[in-house]
């Protein structure tokens, strides 16, 4: 990861046609402008996906600006307490991908984060790769089932992250992808390496297992069940038993 100063704050880049980003690159309106955004997903926010101008070797990359949730919003939609470049949740986030991904861990590649300062506080963006052909598994199983081995696969998955010490804060189902046979993890806001412990290992299975049934029950037809969880959990203890 480089850092660059800029007039409002700092740009860490990961990705080399990403080292003449500017802070305007961070919001969606300029490329609009360009006629370069080819796609969004809504959740509680919009998180856009725009196509890079590289003719060599053109992108599509998600941009994420980073919102406050829960009590705190209601007063503060995006601002958040400056103790340091490298503790702000885009940086942060940011080098838990580059670290992941180097070791050949199924996340997007890390492109960019965006630090913007005012007083004591900062704004934030993140640029990650599109994983190409990605559904998330709420979207999927709305259409699809998943085999017996896939569920297997997606169990090792998870605890092979786990045994490297990768705490996700919030585990579930809409923040792991399926592509071409393989799983991916995504949004590692907040997220951290630490030292594997069956504690906090547990908590991320419990959360997960409470987004499957949280969206079954909004979605009766999701192809999930408790055969399917014990598929994942046959899958995670024959590589991380806890």
Same mark, same amino acid.
């Given at each position: 990861?480089?850092?660059? $100063?800029?007039?409002?704050?700092?740009?860490?880049?990961?990705?080399?046609?990403?080292?003449?980003?500017?802070?305007?690159?961070?919001?969606?309106?300029?490329?609009?402008?360009?006629?370069?955004?080819?796609?969004? *997903?809504?959740? !509680?926010?919009?998180?856009?996906?725009?196509?890079?101008?590289?003719?060599? *070797?053109?992108?599509?990359?998600?941009?994420?600006?980073?919102?406050?949730?829960?009590? #705190?919003?209601?007063?503060?939609?995006?601002?958040?307490? %400056?103790?340091?470049?490298? !503790?702000?949740?885009?940086?942060?986030?940011?080098?838990?991908?580059?670290?992941?991904?180097?070791?050949?861990?199924?996340?997007?590649?890390?492109?960019?984060?965006?630090?913007?300062?005012?007083? =004591?506080?900062?704004?934030?963006?993140? #640029?990650?790769?599109?994983?190409?052909?990605?559904?998330?598994?709420?979207? %999927?199983?709305?259409?699809?089932?998943?085999?017996?081995?896939?569920?297997?696969?997606?169990?090792?998955? #998870?605890?092979?992250?786990?045994? !490297?010490?990768?705490?996700?804060?919030? =585990?579930?189902?809409? $923040?792991?992808?399926?592509?071409?046979?393989?799983?991916?993890?995504?949004?590692?806001?907040?997220?951290?390496? !630490?030292?594997?412990?069956?504690?906090?290992?547990?908590? $991320?299975?419990?959360?997960?297992?409470?987004?499957? $049934?949280?969206?079954?029950?909004?979605?009766?037809?999701?192809?999930?069940?408790?055969?399917?969880?014990?598929?994942?959990?046959?899958?995670?203890?024959? #590589?991380?038993?806890?």
């Amino acid at each position: 990861m480089q850092i660059k $100063n800029t007039q409002l704050g700092h740009i860490a880049w990961c990705e080399t046609t990403a080292q003449h980003l500017a802070p305007q690159d961070f919001a969606v309106d300029g490329w609009r402008e360009k006629n370069a955004v080819v796609g969004q *997903s809504k959740g !509680r926010y919009t998180t856009w996906f725009v196509k890079t101008d590289n003719s060599d *070797s053109p992108q599509t990359w998600v941009l994420r600006h980073y919102w406050r949730g829960g009590m #705190i919003e209601k007063f503060s939609r995006d601002a958040y307490f %400056y103790t340091g470049l490298q !503790r702000t949740r885009a940086v942060s986030e940011l080098a838990i991908l580059e670290v992941l991904y180097q070791e050949g861990f199924a996340v997007p590649r890390p492109i960019a984060a965006n630090v913007e300062r005012f007083g =004591l506080w900062y704004r934030a963006d993140i #640029i990650i790769e599109h994983v190409a052909g990605a559904n998330d598994l709420v979207a %999927y199983l709305s259409h699809n089932p998943m085999t017996e081995s896939q569920w297997y696969l997606l169990g090792e998955t #998870i605890a092979k992250f786990h045994q !490297r010490g990768v705490y996700h804060a919030d =585990l579930n189902a809409k $923040n792991i992808l399926l592509a071409h046979g393989e799983f991916y993890l995504i949004d590692f806001d907040r997220g951290e390496l !630490r030292t594997p412990q069956p504690t906090w290992q547990q908590a $991320n299975l419990d959360r997960l297992l409470r987004s499957f $049934n949280k969206e079954h029950a909004k979605l009766t037809t999701l192809q999930f069940s408790q055969q399917h969880w014990l598929q994942l959990l046959a899958g995670y203890q024959s #590589i991380n038993p806890i």
